[in-house]
Protein backbone atom coordinates (compact mmCIF):
# COMPACT_ATOMS: atom_id res chain seq x y z
CA UNK A 1 0.00 0.00 0.00
CA UNK A 2 1.46 3.33 -0.92
CA UNK A 3 2.03 5.44 2.19
CA UNK A 4 -0.52 9.05 2.02
CA UNK A 5 1.64 12.39 1.53
CA UNK A 6 -0.34 15.60 2.56
CA UNK A 7 1.55 18.97 1.69
CA UNK A 8 0.48 22.22 3.98
CA UNK A 9 1.36 25.22 5.79
CA UNK A 10 3.11 24.71 8.80
CA UNK A 11 4.34 27.17 11.62
CA UNK A 12 8.48 26.62 11.26
CA UNK A 13 8.36 27.56 14.89
CA UNK A 14 6.33 24.60 16.00
CA UNK A 15 8.66 22.13 17.86
CA UNK A 16 8.31 19.89 15.08
CA UNK A 17 9.53 21.71 12.63
CA UNK A 18 12.07 23.63 14.64
CA UNK A 19 13.65 19.72 15.36
CA UNK A 20 13.41 18.88 11.27
CA UNK A 21 15.29 22.30 10.80
CA UNK A 22 17.74 21.26 13.38
CA UNK A 23 18.39 17.89 11.68
CA UNK A 24 19.03 19.67 8.57
CA UNK A 25 21.36 22.12 10.33
CA UNK A 26 23.18 19.58 11.38
CA UNK A 27 23.67 17.79 8.20
CA UNK A 28 24.29 20.99 6.72
CA UNK A 29 27.50 22.06 9.60
CA UNK A 30 28.57 18.46 8.49
CA UNK A 31 29.09 19.12 4.89
CA UNK A 32 30.15 22.28 4.71
CA UNK A 33 32.71 24.78 6.58
CA UNK A 34 30.78 27.48 8.70
CA UNK A 35 31.33 30.19 6.08
CA UNK A 36 29.66 28.00 3.52
CA UNK A 37 26.37 27.29 5.46
CA UNK A 38 24.07 29.66 4.65
CA UNK A 39 21.23 28.94 6.93
CA UNK A 40 17.78 30.35 6.65
CA UNK A 41 16.99 30.93 10.69
CA UNK A 42 13.23 29.61 11.13
CA UNK A 43 11.82 33.59 12.35
CA UNK A 44 12.68 34.42 8.62
CA UNK A 45 10.23 31.86 7.38
CA UNK A 46 7.41 32.54 9.57
CA UNK A 47 7.47 36.62 8.67
CA UNK A 48 7.22 38.88 5.79
CA UNK A 49 4.64 37.03 3.41
CA UNK A 50 7.42 33.91 3.37
CA UNK A 51 5.91 30.44 3.37
CA UNK A 52 6.55 27.02 5.20
CA UNK A 53 5.07 23.82 4.40
CA UNK A 54 5.67 20.45 6.17
CA UNK A 55 5.18 17.07 4.29
CA UNK A 56 3.72 14.39 6.46
CA UNK A 57 4.04 10.60 5.24
CA UNK A 58 1.21 8.99 7.08
CA UNK A 59 0.35 11.53 9.34
CA UNK A 60 4.04 11.99 10.23
CA UNK A 61 5.98 14.84 9.27
CA UNK A 62 8.90 13.63 7.38
CA UNK A 63 9.85 16.47 4.86
CA UNK A 64 9.86 20.39 4.49
CA UNK A 65 10.34 23.22 2.59
CA UNK A 66 10.67 27.15 2.36
CA UNK A 67 9.51 29.39 0.07
CA UNK A 68 11.42 33.05 0.57
CA UNK A 69 9.07 35.82 -1.21
CA UNK A 70 11.53 38.72 -2.79
CA UNK A 71 10.25 42.01 -4.04
CA UNK A 72 12.55 41.57 -7.04
CA UNK A 73 9.76 38.85 -8.56
CA UNK A 74 11.11 35.64 -7.94
CA UNK A 75 10.93 33.33 -4.95
CA UNK A 76 13.80 31.72 -3.68
CA UNK A 77 13.57 28.59 -2.38
CA UNK A 78 14.61 26.86 0.84
CA UNK A 79 15.04 24.48 3.56
CA UNK A 80 14.26 21.52 1.36
CA UNK A 81 14.70 18.46 3.86
CA UNK A 82 13.36 14.65 3.84
CA UNK A 83 13.99 13.08 6.81
CA UNK A 84 15.91 9.20 6.38
CA UNK A 85 13.31 7.41 7.01
CA UNK A 86 11.39 8.81 4.30
CA UNK A 87 14.03 9.00 1.71
CA UNK A 88 13.16 7.56 -1.14
CA UNK A 89 9.66 8.38 -1.48
CA UNK A 90 9.89 10.90 -3.75
CA UNK A 91 9.05 13.52 -0.77
CA UNK A 92 11.67 16.10 -2.17
CA UNK A 93 10.48 16.13 -5.47
CA UNK A 94 6.79 16.62 -4.24
CA UNK A 95 7.58 19.36 -1.87
CA UNK A 96 10.08 20.99 -4.66
CA UNK A 97 6.86 20.78 -7.23
CA UNK A 98 4.02 22.31 -4.28
CA UNK A 99 6.19 25.36 -3.88
CA UNK A 100 6.73 25.77 -7.83
CA UNK A 101 2.81 25.77 -7.59
CA UNK A 102 2.76 28.19 -4.80
CA UNK A 103 5.36 30.79 -6.32
CA UNK A 104 3.03 30.31 -9.80
CA UNK A 105 -0.09 31.83 -7.65
CA UNK A 106 1.86 34.19 -6.12
CA UNK A 107 2.09 35.80 -9.62
CA UNK A 108 6.05 34.91 -9.09
CA UNK A 109 8.14 34.60 -12.80
CA UNK A 110 10.96 32.42 -11.21
CA UNK A 111 12.52 30.69 -8.63
CA UNK A 112 15.94 30.50 -7.55
CA UNK A 113 18.18 28.83 -4.62
CA UNK A 114 21.74 27.98 -3.74
CA UNK A 115 22.79 24.42 -2.95
CA UNK A 116 26.10 22.94 -1.78
CA UNK A 117 28.46 20.96 -4.14
CA UNK A 118 28.48 17.98 -1.63
CA UNK A 119 24.56 17.23 -1.90
CA UNK A 120 24.55 15.35 -5.27
CA UNK A 121 20.76 14.00 -4.79
CA UNK A 122 19.87 17.62 -4.31
CA UNK A 123 22.14 18.61 -7.31
CA UNK A 124 20.13 15.99 -9.54
CA UNK A 125 16.86 17.04 -8.10
CA UNK A 126 16.99 20.50 -9.42
CA UNK A 127 18.36 19.55 -12.93
CA UNK A 128 15.39 17.17 -13.26
CA UNK A 129 13.15 19.48 -11.95
CA UNK A 130 14.39 21.95 -14.68
CA UNK A 131 16.31 24.41 -12.84
CA UNK A 132 19.34 25.75 -14.79
CA UNK A 133 23.01 26.68 -12.88
CA UNK A 134 23.17 30.56 -12.83
CA UNK A 135 25.22 33.26 -10.96
CA UNK A 136 25.60 34.44 -7.60
CA UNK A 137 22.12 36.12 -6.22
CA UNK A 138 20.88 37.88 -3.28
CA UNK A 139 23.31 38.49 -0.25
CA UNK A 140 25.15 34.85 -0.89
CA UNK A 141 28.99 35.63 -1.59
CA UNK A 142 29.80 35.33 -4.91
CA UNK A 143 33.03 33.76 -3.73
CA UNK A 144 32.11 30.56 -2.15
CA UNK A 145 33.48 27.57 -4.01
CA UNK A 146 30.41 25.08 -1.99
CA UNK A 147 27.73 26.80 -3.52
CA UNK A 148 25.85 26.36 -6.56
CA UNK A 149 23.26 28.49 -7.94
CA UNK A 150 20.02 27.74 -10.14
CA UNK A 151 16.98 29.64 -11.27
CA UNK A 152 13.79 28.20 -12.61
CA UNK A 153 11.53 30.43 -14.77
CA UNK A 154 8.00 29.55 -13.78
Known amino acids: MNPRIDIKP ?60 TDQGYGEIKRIYVNPEARGLGLARTILEYLETEARSLG ?28 QFGDYPANDPNSVFYEKRI
Open 108 to 135: LVSLKLETGIHQPEALGLFAVCGFTECG
Open 10 to 69: VDPLLPEALAMIADLDAMMMALYPAESAHLTAPETLAQDGNRFYGATVDGVLRGCGGLLV
